[in-house]
C-alpha cells in the first residue's frame, strides 16, 4: 500500500516536527500494511566492548532485553558509547525503515554528538518510539514525544489510570498501583496524552504522530520493574503491539511450564566415590521408571549426559558405554544397559538427550594438589572440587577458554556418535563456571552451538552466535531430590519463562518411584516442556515482509530450530486496534501457509484475539499469509 501523508513543520530558527504525518485516505481496496517486525534497543552503556555478553549485573537494560528475547520480538541493540545514529542504520537500501519501534532506554545528560535528529527522519517513515526510564534530554526526543523534561521528584502514591486507551485497556482492572518513584522524572505534556500520573505527575504518555506512529514515554522508577512487574511489564508489551501494531510471541503458558531434567547420566564417580555411589540405571529401571511415568502423563523430560568415563586405573578416558564391572562397594555398574535405556526413552519421544559437559571432572587431573589418579578417594580424591568441569574450585581459579571449548566440542561430539542427537543446551556440573569475560562458560558454550546455559538454579543464558544474554528474573531454576518434599507453593514463576526443575539419576536409582511422586505432587496446572522447544522458540526469527498483505516469514534456523522440523509450532498474534479494525471491516479473510491454496477463515476465527497462528512441521523458512478483501 502507498500512503498520502501531510507533514506539518513549524521553523523557529530549527525544524520542529510538532503535529507531523497524518494518516491520508487509502486507495479503495488496500489494506494496512505490516510494519517491519524489529526493534532496535538504544542503550547507553554495555559492559562487553565486543557487544556479545549482557549479564544481569552489569548491564542495566538486561531485563528489556530478555523479555524482548522471551517475546520472540526481533531486536538489536545500539549503544550510544560507541555509535552515533545515522540514515545507514535506520532504514534498508530499498527506502523502507529498518524498525517498526525503537525502544529508548538511555538516560544521558547530552547526546549533542548522537544525531539524534535522524530520528525524527524514521519516524516520519513508519518507525515508533517508546521511551523508558529516561529523562530524554535531547529536543528531537522532545518533539517525538510532546513532552519536557522539568526536574526530579519524589513519591509513592497510588497511579491514577486516565482516559481509556489500548495502552492501559489491559491494566485498568489494576487500581491503587503505587510506584516508589525515588527519584521520578517531572515531564511537562507539550501536546502528548497523559494516560497514567500519579499526583499531578505524569507517569505514561502517548503522541499519535500519526495513525500508525506513536511516541510513548513510561516514566517507570527502576529497569527491573519492567521485567519482576506485572503492571509494569504489560505496559511496555501493549505499548510494543502499539507502536508496533502486532506483536507475535509464542503459544505457551510459561508460568505454568517446567523443563525437567535429570543430571549426570554417563559420570564415572558414582561407581568409587562413597557420599555418592548408585548404580547406574539399567535398560530395564529406564523402561519401568522414566519412560513409563513419562508416557502416563504425556511429559517430556531432559537427560544431561555425560560421555567422557574417567579410568583411574589407566588414566585414560573412555566412552561409558562400554563399561560393564562390579565397583568397589559391590555394585554391578552397566553403562551400556543405561544406554539403551536412554535410546529406548528418546525413541519413545519422552526423552531428549542434552549436555552436562564431557566428563563431569577438572581437565587437569595431574597438578598439585593432585595428581587425582593416584591420590586416595578417602582422602584427596574424594574433594568436590574434582568433579567440576568448568571451574576450577579446587584450585581456586577459572578453567582457561580454549579447554572449556575442547571439552565442550567434544561433548557435541559424542553425544551426537552415541545417541544421533545434538545437544542445544549445557547444564554445568556441581553448578560451577568460569565468570571472567575471557573464560565465560556461556560465551564458550555459544561457540561449540550450543542455545542455552544453565548453572545451578540461579543462572539461565540465551546463546547464539552473536549474543550471550543473561535471561535473570525471566528463566529461573529449582532442584528436587528424592529426600525433599516438593515444595511447589514455593517455585519462583514468570510469565514469560519456564520453570528449570532440575534433580539426578541418583534420584531415581535411590527412589525408583521418584518420578512418579513427583508428577503426584506436582500442582495440575503444571505441565512439562521440552528443553529443545523452548531453545527452537527463542531462536526463532520472524519477519515481516514488504508488500499490501499480510506476511510474516518464520525461520528455524539450525542447529536451533531442530525440534520444529519435527514438531508443528503455535504463536499468538497480538493486534492493535488499528489492524483489529482493518480485520473486522474485511469482507473475507483468507489464510495461507507456505504459498498453499488459501483456506477462508471463519467470522469467528477473524474476531478472536489474539489471533492464532499455526505453523507446520519442517526446517527452515514458513510463510504465514492473510489474504483480506474489503
Keep these: 500500500m502507498v500512503s498520502k501523508t501531510v507533514v506539518r513543520w513549524l521553523c523557529t530558527g530549527a525544524i520542529f516536527l510538532l503535529g507531523a504525518l497524518e494518516a491520508g485516505a487509502q486507495r479503495a481496496g488496500t489494506l494496512e500494511t505490516l510494519k517491519p517486525y524489529r526493534v532496535l534497543l538504544v542503550v547507553d552503556r554495555w559492559k562487553d ?3 556479545q555478553l549482557i549479564t544481569s549485573e552489569n548491564d542495566s537494560f538486561q531485563p528489556v532485553a530478555a523479555l524482548l ?6 531486536c538489536e541493540i545500539f549503544r550510544l558509547d560507541q555509535q552515533t545514529f545515522g540514515v545507514s542504520y535506520l532504514f534498508e537500501r530499498s527506502g523502507r525503515v529498518r524498525y517498526g519501534a525503537l525502544v529508548w532506554l538511555a538516560d544521558g545528560s547530552s547526546y549533542a554528538d548522537k544525531n539524534v535528529a535522524a530520528l525524527e527522519e524514521a519516524a ?30 519524589r513519591a509513592s502514591d497510588p497511579l491514577e489510570i486516565g482516559p481509556p486507551h489500548f495502552l492501559t485497556r489491559d491494566v485498568a482492572r489494576e487500581t491503587g498501583v503505587s510506584g516508589d518513584f525515588n527519584p521520578g522524572f517531572w515531564v511537562e505534556p507539550r501536546g502528548t496524552q497523559v494516560l497514567i500520573s500519579q499526583q499531578k505527575h505524569p507517569v505514561l504518555t502517548v503522541r499519535q504522530i500519526s495513525k500508525d506512529i506513536s511516541g510513548t514515554w513510561i516514566g517507570m522508577p527502576h529497569a527491573k520493574d519492567m521485567r519482576n512487574s506485572s503492571f509494569w511489564r504489560r505496559l511496555l508489551f501493549r505499548s ?11 503459544d505457551v503458558d510459561y508460568a505454568h511450564r517446567l523443563i525437567l531434567a535429570l543430571d549426570d547420566w554417563g559420570t564415572a564417580d558414582k561407581g568409587f566415590l562413597s557420599y555418592w555411589r548408585y548404580p547406574t540405571l539399567s535398560e530395564d529401571v529406564i523402561r519401568q521408571h522414566v519412560i513409563d511415568p513419562l508416557v502416563g502423563r504425556g511429559a517430556v523430560m531432559a537427560a544431561n549426559v555425560n560421555t567422557g568415563y574417567v579410568d583411574r586405573k589407566s588414566k585414560r578416558i573412555f566412552s561409558p558405554w562400554t563399561q560393564k564391572f562390579t565397583d568397589r562397594y559391590g555394585v554391578l555398574q552397566d553403562y551400556s544397559s543405561t544406554q539403551r535405556g536412554l535410546k529406548a526413552a528418546v525413541a519413545a519421544s519422552v526423552l531428549e538427550i542434552e549436555s552436562h559437559g564431557w566428563t563431569h571432572m577438572q581437565s587437569d587431573l595431574d597438578s598439585p594438589p593432585g595428581p587425582w589418579w593416584n591420590t586416595d578417594l578417602d582422602g584427596e580424591a574424594s574433594s568436590g572440587g574434582w568433579y567440576e568441569e568448568f571451574e576450577d574450585t579446587r584450585r581456586g581459579t577459572e578453567v582457561p577458554a580454549l579447554t572449556q571449548l575442547f571439552h565442550l566440542k567434544r561433548s557435541v561430539d559424542y553425544l551426537r556418535e552415541d545417541f544421533g542427537k545434538r545437544p542445544l543446551s549445557l547444564r554445568a556440573g556441581g553448578a560451577a563456571w568460569s565468570k571472567s569475560y575471557v573464560n565465560h562458560t556461556g560465551r564458550i558454550a555459544a561457540q561449540a552451538g550450543l542455545g542455552l546455559f544453565q548453572a545451578g538454579t540461579t543462572f539461565n543464558f540465551y546463546l547464539d552466535r552473536d549474543l550471550v544474554l543473561d535471561m535473570a528474573g525471566v528463566t529461573a531454576g529449582a532442584s528436587h531430590s528424592y529426600d525433599r518434599p516438593l515444595q511447589a507453593e514455593n517455585w519462583p514463576a514468570h510469565p514469560d519463562g519456564p520453570l528449570m526443575v532440575t534433580a539426578h539419576d541418583r534420584d531415581i536409582a535411590l527412589q525408583p518411584d521418584f518420578l512418579d511422586r513427583f508428577f503426584q505432587s506436582l500442582p495440575s496446572e503444571y505441565k512439562t516442556l521440552s528443553m529443545n522447544q523452548y531453545v527452537a522458540f527463542l531462536h526463532t526469527r520472524i519477519e515481516s515482509m514488504a508488500g499490501e498483505e499480510w506476511q510474516l516469514a518464520f ?24 489492524l483489529q479494525d482493518e480485520l473486522k471491516s474485511a469482507r473475507e479473510v483468507n ?7 488459501p483456506a477462508r477463515l471463519k467470522r469467528t476465527e477473524v474476531l478472536r484475539q489474539p489471533v492464532r497462528i499455526e505453523i507446520p512441521a519442517g526446517g527452515g523458512r514458513h510463510v504465514w499469509k492473510l489474504i483480506l478483501a474489503r
Design 49 to 51: 566492548p565486543a557487544s
Design 69 to 74: 528475547r522471551a517475546w520472540s520480538v526481533p
Design 124 to 153: 516520519q517513515a513508519g518507525t515508533s518510539v517508546v521511551v523508558v526510564g529516561s529523562r530524554f534530554l535531547d529536543p528531537a526526543l522532545e518533539r517525538l514525544l510532546g513532552l519536557k523534561f522539568k526536574e526530579n521528584y
Design 555 to 578: 525461520h528455524f534456523d539450525e542447529p536451533y530450530c531442530d525440534y520444529f522440523r519435527d514438531h508443528a509450532s503455535s504463536w499468538q498474534l497480538c493486534l492493535a486496534d488499528t
Design 240 to 250: 510494543l503491539v502499539w507502536s508496533l501494531g502486532y506483536l507475535i510471541v509464542p
Design 591 to 597: 489464510l495461507s501457509v507456505d504459498e498453499k491454496r
